[in-house]
């Protein structure tokens, strides 16, 4: 894991509480983790996640964004502003 490298990483998650959970769990390993909440949903609050960070830390080095997303239709993930996201599993 990144934050046993010493960087500091945020881990975001649909479910809070689970994410939460998971934040403390790492953090009481001795790692630099921290919580926050992606709206993957919305196209266009996913950069928000981004300022956020940026924001508390004033700086992100790396991001891997790994959320699924999954379309009703066959479309280019060029034109994810008009599909429909699915995010409850």
Known sequence: MSAQQGFKV?????NE???KRT???LQKEGLEVHYIFPDVAQPDKIGQV???I???DGKMDVLIHNAGIFPDKKSSILEIDTLHLKTST
């Open 17 to 19: 509480e689970k994410g």
């Open 10 to 14: 945020w881990l975001g998650a649909r």
């Open 23 to 25: 934040v403390e769990a």
């Open 50 to 52: 981004k300022d956020q």
């Open 54 to 56: 940026i924001e508390q």
